[in-house]
Nanobody, 127 residues
Framework: QVLLVDSGGGLVQAGASLKLSCAASGSISSSATMGWFRQAPGKEREFVAAIRRSGGGEYYADSVKGRFFISRDNAKNTVYLQMNSLNSEDTAVYYC????????????????????WGQGTQVTVSS
């Protein structure tokens, strides 16, 4: 079992930045894959970014590429999402996701590939 706690959301103006954190605890594997998804009101949950605990690059949705950056601190079992140049379309509840094995590249953007989820943190961007 892996427990995830998301934090860092808030209300910001368009153009601002926020940094989300996801602290993991429990039975953490060195080959885990971590991701961020988001869900806006009335919309399905969508992929934002992913990274593997063992390295090998970062993956982003086209809508956030160049503005959002995912990173990890393995010593702290924490995953971060730095969000820059926020706009109203980024308003959503953001969820940290975790799979305790390596997720193949073709599945990184699929929510069903992840076993554990954080409780979510609200990000609201006012225009």
């Amino acid at each position: 079992q892996v427990l995830l706690v998301d934090s860092g959301g808030g209300l910001v103006q368009a153009g601002a930045s926020l940094k989300l954190s996801c602290a993991a605890s429990g039975s953490i594997s060195s080959s885990a894959t971590m991701g961020w998804f988001r869900q806006a009101p009335g919309k399905e949950r969508e992929f934002v970014a992913a990274i593997r605990r063992s390295g090998g690059g970062e993956y982003y949705a086209d809508s956030v590429k160049g503005r959002f950056f995912i990173s990890r601190d393995n010593a702290k079992n924490t995953v971060y999402l730095q969000m820059n140049s926020l706009n109203s379309e980024d308003t959503a509840v953001y969820y940290c996701a975790w799979h305790n094995r390596r997720v193949i590249q073709s599945q990184l953007r699929v929510a069903e590939a992840y076993d554990y989820w954080g409780q979510g943190t609200q990000v609201t961007v006012s225009s």
